[in-house]
């Protein structure tokens, strides 16, 4: 069993800055990526930053230049650093996890991960 549980997020005035944090644990054999999606009311989930086991980093255009995603593989862990925030990144960001986890019987399998979510509102 993995779990991924996500902590930050909040209410912040436009222009400012947050930090969301999502760590894995279980059995875990190896994370081959992690990053962060958001959905905001009546929209779709889309993908806001993913950062591979390779250091690989990718970002929709909306947020680049604005966000950082990044890891800690000893924490098993993955960050996202949100500055210049605009009323337009209010959503609720949830971080996903490609993983290779072990069964009870040390048997490896992938499979995708979900935090529980957590709510950004940038508002004045």
């Known amino acids: 069993q993995v779990q991924l549980v996500q902590s930050g997020g909040g209410l912040v005035q436009p222009g400012g800055s947050l930090r969301l944090s999502c760590a894995a644990s279980?059995?875990?054999?190896?994370?081959?990526?992690m990053g962060w999606y958001r959905q905001a009311p009546g929209k779709q989930r889309e993908l806001v930053a993913s950062?591979?086991?390779?250091?690989?980093?990718n970002y929709t255009d909306s947020v680049t230049g604005r966000f950082t995603i990044s890891r800690d593989n000893a924490k098993n862990t993955v960050y996202l650093q949100m500055n210049s925030l605009k009323p337009e990144d209010t959503a609720v960001y949830y971080c996903?996890?490609?993983?290779?986890?072990?069964?009870?019987?040390?048997?490896?399998?992938?499979?995708?991960?979900w935090g529980q979510g957590t709510q950004v509102t940038v508002s004045s």
């Open positions: 996903n996890a490609e993983v290779t986890a072990l069964s009870a019987s040390g048997t490896r399998y992938r499979s995708d991960y």
């Open positions: 279980g059995r875990i054999f190896s994370i081959d990526a």
């Open positions: 950062d591979t086991i390779r250091g690989r980093t």
